[in-house]
């Protein structure tokens, strides 16, 4: 099981970025995928959720109505759509899968919010 995140930069408030996180040894749609952010100094913290039902999907209420998150079965891909970013998003993004009793993560993306 690997899980490869990208798509993290530097981003002026207010832009967007779309983070990725390809997936291998198994398959994204058969599994719940999660993203976290670690900020400078704080804990990690659960921003996005989303279910073996592409509907089902859980938003913390920092980013809940800025940020977006779904998969695309096809690239064995998951995304997360971040608009309207604030500098307070800066933070490391991680994904997350739990599969064989485990919880399996990423090496991290890092994103910058700063003018």
């Known amino acids: 099981v690997q899980l490869v995140e990208s798509g993290g930069g530097l981003v002026q408030p207010g832009g967007s970025l779309r983070l990725s996180c390809t997936a291998s040894?198994?398959?994204?749609?058969?599994?719940?995928m999660t993203w976290y952010c670690r900020a400078p100094g704080k804990e990690r913290d659960m921003v996005a959720a989303i279910g073996l039902d592409d509907n089902l999907a859980y938003y913390d209420e920092s980013v809940n109505g800025r940020f977006t998150i779904s998969r695309d079965n096809a690239k064995n891909t998951a995304y997360l759509r971040m608009d309207g970013l604030k500098p307070e998003d800066t933070a490391v993004y991680y994904c997350?899968?739990?599969?064989?009793?485990?919880?399996?993560w990423g090496q991290g993306t890092q994103v910058t919010v700063s003018s």
């Open positions: 997350m899968t739990h599969l064989g009793g485990s919880d399996h």
């Open positions: 040894g198994f398959t994204v749609s058969n599994y719940g």
